[in-house]
């Protein structure tokens, strides 16, 4: 279960502090999929960024499974992040000169395994790119590359897959197929997928919805 209890976040100004989230609060179970809408500037992915522990709130707190990954030590938080969240951004955030296959291993180079081709070819197939393993970004479509992003986010096994803006560079029928198989492995794998997103089309097929207006998060 993932678990955020009266997140607060501000940012120092010349003016004094500018608040971005407030009290903000949440749970998902295991497998749960939910939609986040909002303005932009509203904190939609300051609030993704919390709770897959890419930075800290002012006040309140993250629990994934009882653990607070903010009361980690820096190593400990880093491995957390590295295991436990997934990330899929608006941009795909490929290297270039790097392969499929090669992108997505990407996050197991910290400890890598043996069975890691393996696993990242697996996830591959999940996508649909078992064909392209060989083949580097710029040969790819924009949907395809979004798939690697997903594959990517997936090879640790994660807990959460968190996706900011995912379909935001793509056309509506790419953004359609790509939310399909967003969708589909959350049904599969049972993970807990949170996406933010501007599009009131996607955020719609997703069985919890939410709305984050002035900083706080109201249910749909």
Do not use: W
Request: aromatic share 4%; hydrophobic share 40%.
């Amino acid at each position: 279960m993932l678990q955020a209890r009266n997140l607060s976040k501000s940012y120092p100004t010349p003016r004094g502090p500018l608040s971005i989230l407030r009290e903000v609060t949440l749970s998902v179970e295991q497998g749960e999929a939910l939609s986040i809408v909002g303005p932009s500037g509203t904190g939609k992915s300051t609030l993704l960024y919390i709770l897959g522990a890419l930075e800290p709130p002012t006040s309140g707190e993250v629990m994934l499974d009882g653990r607070n990954p903010f009361t980690l030590s820096d190593a400990d938080l880093s491995a957390f992040r590295n295991k436990e969240a997934g990330f899929v951004f608006q941009d795909h955030c490929l290297l270039p000169q790097c392969t499929v296959l090669e992108n997505v291993l990407i996050p197991t180079l910290v400890a890598k395994s043996a069975g890691d081709d393996a696993r990242a070819k697996e996830v591959l197939a999940q996508v649909g790119l078992s064909q392209r393993l060989d083949h580097r970004p710029g040969e790819l479509s924009g949907g395809e590359k979004q798939r690697v992003a997903i594959a990517r986010a997936l090879i640790r096994g994660p807990k959460l897959l968190l996706c900011d803006e995912p379909t935001g560079n793509l056309d509506r029928a790419t953004a359609t197929q790509v939310a399909d198989l967003l969708l589909g492995i959350n049904q599969s794998l049972k993970t807990i997928l949170i996406v933010v997103t501007h599009s009131s089309e996607l955020a719609a097929r997703f069985p919890k919805r939410f709305e984050l207006v002035e900083g706080r998060l109201h249910a749909l």
